[in-house]
């Protein structure tokens, strides 16, 4: 079964600056996709960012950047030029494409706190 | 596009009550799954619809089920409700099965008391 484990409950930036969410999965497939959603306090999921596993390349979206290590199956978020409306708890969510097992697992979330 | 839409939004039943929450996908998309969102258990996969059959089941009780129709429109029933069922519910869409991109509705917040 898949496992997301984000190790940071909790994080917070000042406006402007950078910040990195951390995100490890662990799966059995080759053949994978991963995301990061952000679920401001209305608690709309809104997809931020996504990544299929056979490209090397990291996949960026304006000031969001993921950096994906395979190997080390980790798939980190960068965020640049924080803005007041980037504070929202942000997930990381692996799936598995191919087999039987369509679903997203999700982790537990990181709660970005924006400091003006 | 007009987004996932989900009716109702909030809901307060009663222990032992039936509830059925509606979902309608993205015009197009011909999948939509079903996730039930708590504190304590984060988000967990209900199950997923595709072509008005389900595709896949998540780890929950039969009192869970649902369905969707010709138009992709889907439901989810809980019937004789528990406490531990309340909790927000979202339904995504998406093009086809599968881990395509899922786009998310709003969600339905479900009070049991």
């Known amino acids: 079964a898949q496992t997301v484990t984000q190790s940071q409950p909790e994080m917070s930036v000042q406006e402007a600056e950078t910040v990195t969410l951390s995100c490890t999965y662990d799966?059995?497939?080759?053949?994978?996709?991963l995301f990061w959603y952000k679920q401001p306090p209305s608690r709309q999921m809104i997809l931020v960012i996504r990544q299929e596993a056979y490209k090397q390349q990291n996949a960026t979206e304006n000031r969001f950047s993921v950096n994906f290590q395979k190997a080390a199956k980790s798939f980190s978020l960068k965020i640049s030029d924080s803005q007041l409306g980037d504070a929202a708890m942000y997930f990381c969510a692996t799936g598995e494409r191919g087999g039987s097992n369509y679903k997203l697992t999700f982790g537990k979330g990181t709660l970005l706190t924006v400091n003006p | 596009k007009a987004g996932v839409t989900q009716t109702p939004r909030y809901l307060i039943k009663t222990r032992g009550q039936q509830v059925t929450l509606s979902c309608s996908p993205i015009s197009g998309h011909r999948s939509v799954s079903w996730y039930q969102q708590t504190p304590g258990q984060g988000l967990q996969f209900l199950f997923e619809y595709f072509s008005e059959t389900q595709r896949n089941k998540g780890n929950f009780p039969g009192r869970f089920s649902g369905r969707q129709f010709s138009n992709s429109r889907s439901e989810m029933n809980v019937s004789t409700l528990e406490l531990g069922d309340s909790a927000l519910y979202l339904c995504a869409s998406s093009l086809y099965m599968g881990v395509e991109t899922q786009y998310f509705g709003p969600g339905t917040r479900l009070l049991v008391l």
């Open positions: 799966t059995s497939e080759s053949d994978y996709y």
